[in-house]
């Protein structure tokens, strides 16, 4: 069984950065995907950033340039950098991973930007 935990949300203030982090535990070594994805108030959630067990990495339109995804195998953990960050970046941030055919999420943690 896989468990995610992230970490690192907060207020932050529009221009600034945080660093998201999740810490995976079980197995994830035949992982598929990895990825952020994040959730606004009465919006759907959306993918913010991903890559595949093959190399290819994936991020929304709105936050290329500004957000970095990246992984420490070493310690089962993946990243998202986020810098200029907007107000509209405000939302619930959820770590993914997805394991065979199994989806697995994290209990998400709170972004909010201010202006």
């Known amino acids: 069984q896989v468990q995610l935990v992230e970490s690192g949300g907060g207020l932050v203030q529009a221009g600034g950065s945080l660093r998201l982090s999740c810490a995976a535990s079980?197995?994830?070594?035949?992982?598929?995907?990895m990825g952020w994805y994040r959730q606004a108030p009465g919006k759907q959630r959306e993918l913010v950033a991903s890559?595949?067990?093959?190399?290819?990495?994936d991020y929304a339109d709105n936050v290329k340039g500004r957000f970095t995804i990246s992984r420490d195998n070493a310690k089962n953990t993946v990243y998202l950098q986020m810098n200029s960050l907007k107000p509209e970046d405000t939302a619930v941030y959820f770590c993914?991973?997805?394991?065979?055919?199994?989806?697995?999420w994290g209990q998400g943690t709170q972004v909010t930007v201010s202006s």
């Open positions: 993914n991973v997805v394991v065979g055919v199994t989806t697995n």
């Open positions: 079980g197995n994830i070594f035949r992982f598929r995907a």
């Open positions: 890559f595949t067990s093959g190399g290819t990495t």
